[in-house]
């Protein structure tokens, strides 16, 4: 079993997402989302590598989504990630968001018995 993160930066792809997850028939959860970097040029705390984080920030709206799934197969998540990594252009655009898979080891609540 796995948890799938997503880290949307570029939020005019998220319908598109959520198609993804859709087709699949596969849930997800969507939250609001900042990036630290964001929370720190507001408070114009001065960092030098937060320059470059500017960069990317400066033209783009500064909250992104965060999009986590439970998926129970390794194939079923081979099938979502390599059709998000799709979607997204591979992320070879800078800044439109980031990715990450952990297992996990147990769940409980809503339906966890589906997912066992």
Known sequence: MFALFLILNDISKLD???EVFYQEEIGATTIDSQGMGKVLLDHNINIPMLDNV???IDGRKPYSKMIISIIKE????DDVVGKVREELDY???PGVGFMFVIPVLEVYGSNADDLK
């Open 54 to 56: 500017k960069k990317l």
């Open 74 to 77: 390794r194939e079923r998540l």
């Open 91 to 93: 992320f070879n655009e």
């Open 16 to 18: 598109n997402i959520h």
